[in-house]
């Protein structure tokens, strides 16, 4: 059984709440990736995702370079144990309607997981573009 720690990305890169929703999406696309984890006093506190900056911030009443992360992400946060397995991961983003989970282990955040990283293993589990 494959586990969420063998498909997550350790790279986690994180934003303020306070920050421009504009400046967060700039920094995902320069770090090629599809979501930023939200920190505030230590803690993480929600999502920010290129789904959330197309569907909410382009969306925004007014000027959307305007916009805070706060207003648009995504919270709380979802997360799943590193040692759960991959078939659980989905159904909890299905479950959810979200592309990313959060990684824990013992409560600690250690990576991201994300729908591309379950594509990679269910290409991997039924030989499709090898």
């Given amino acids: 059984m494959e586990t969420v720690g063998a498909y997550m990305s350790t790279r986690v890169l994180t934003t303020r709440p306070d920050a421009l929703a504009h400046d967060a999406a700039h920094e995902m696309f320069e770090n090629n990736v599809g979501a930023l984890l939200v920190k505030q006093n230590g803690k993480y506190i929600g999502i920010f995702t290129k789904t959330d900056w197309i569907h909410k911030a382009l969306k925004w009443e007014g000027d959307p370079s305007a916009v805070q992360v706060a ?17 659980k991961a989905s159904l ?39």
């Fill in 71 to 87: 207003s648009i992400m995504t919270a709380p946060l979802i997360t799943i144990e590193k040692d759960e397995p991959l078939a």
């Fill in 92 to 130: 909890l983003m299905e479950k959810n309607r979200v592309r990313h989970l959060a990684v824990t282990e013992d409560g600690e955040t250690v990576g991201i997981l994300s729908v591309k990283d379950l594509e990679r293993y269910y290409r991997k589990l039924y030989g499709v573009g090898l």
